[in-house]
């Protein structure tokens, strides 16, 4: 059989509710990866079907995905995914320039959450003069702008040593508690632990 046409995730069954987080775990190349990406509209599923907010959004075209990506779910991943030549507050700017947001409104929301952040100081900086565990709030920061209803994080402490990945995982419990959906991705369960719930993954399957 082709490669391509291998099956990742199988028999998948799964229900998130709302203001609920919860951790997907397995070993590389398990599926967790994928299952994110699936829920986050950045992959369509060949077959099954997903739900966001009772909207199916298993076959959706490319323009309705990336206005329901902008709109619900904030993204942070393990490398930070900061545009390199922007400072802090485009950075934060970004998804509201996609949105449609006037130049004055999209600052002032920027830097009221970069403030939110502890980042006030830091809002011109770029991202080479940041630290990793600022990066990342950054990255935090920039998820939130759109006020999402769904966080997916994909190993956010990964690139952090243990002590900054505990204040970040501090910020998801309290978007949490704030009454954000949160779903982490991670391979370390003591990571996994701060969560409601863990969903375990192993070749593709929740087990």
């Known amino acids: 059989m082709d490669s391509l046409s291998m099956p990742i995730l199988r028999d998948i069954n799964l229900t998130i509710k709302k203001n609920e987080f919860i951790s997907i775990v397995g070993p590389s190349g398990s599926g967790k990866s994928t299952l994110m990406h699936l829920i986050g509209l950045l992959d369509t599923p060949t077959s099954g079907r997903i ?51 006037p130049d004055e409104q999209r600052k002032e929301r920027a830097l009221k959450m970069l403030q939110a952040m502890g980042l006030g100081e830091r809002v011109n900086h770029f991202p080479n003069q940041l630290s990793g565990g600022e990066q990342q709030r950054v990255a935090i920061a920039r998820a939130l702008i759109n006020n999402p209803s769904l966080i997916l994080a994909d190993e956010p402490t990964g690139n952090l040593d243990s002590k900054t990945g505990a204040q970040i995982m501090e910020i998801l419990k309290k978007l949490k508690k704030d009454g954000n959906t949160v779903v982490l991705v991670t391979h370390d369960l003591e990571v996994a632990k701060i969560a409601d719930r863990i969903i375990k993954i192993y070749d593709g399957k929740i087990i």
């Open 51 to 101: 739900f966001l907010d009772n909207e199916n959004i298993s076959q959706l075209s490319e323009e309705r995905m990336a206005k329901l990506r902008n709109q619900k779910i904030g993204f942070v991943f393990q490398t930070f995914n900061l545009i390199p030549r922007t400072s802090a507050l485009a950075n934060v700017e970004l998804p509201l320039i996609y949105a449609g947001v």
